[in-house]
């Protein structure tokens, strides 16, 4: 079963903003913590940014500080990215993530995962 379903990706040019969003179902809504993951092309799998659910507490790698902001709305069980000031560098597949990870920064103990969603800036 599907538990967590990214949307909102596109093709912007450098320094354009979008909203990623993430719809969370089933056992995903026990996460403690959701998080966005990027990879591009034969490169590993990046930590973006994550939020502990219950508190909203955020967490952003150091390349999105300043630029992205995610948050999410208990009510609708969605989670949102808002990037901004997109640079060409931000080009990858976004993922979504859901689980109850010891470190919400990296990927074990993340169970639920989403299909990905293509972000790409053109310079």
Not at 52 to 80: C, H, L, Q
Request: hydrophobic content about 35%.
């Amino acid at each position: 079963q599907v538990h967590v379903v990214e949307s909102g990706g596109g093709l912007v040019q450098a320094g354009d903003s979008l909203r990623l969003s993430c719809a969370a179902s089933g056992r995903a809504l026990n996460s403690y913590a959701m998080a966005w993951f990027r990879q591009a092309p034969r490169k590993e799998r990046n930590f973006v940014a994550a939020i502990e659910w219950r508190s909203g507490i955020p967490y952003y790698a150091d390349s999105v500080k300043g630029r992205f902001i995610i948050s999410r709305d208990s009510a609708k069980n969605t989670m949102y990215l808002q990037m901004n000031s997109l640079k060409p560098e931000d080009t990858a597949v976004y993922y979504c993530a859901g689980g109850d990870p010891s470190n919400p920064m990296t990927p074990p103990g993340y169970d639920y995962w989403g299909r990905g969603t293509q972000v790409t800036v053109s310079s």
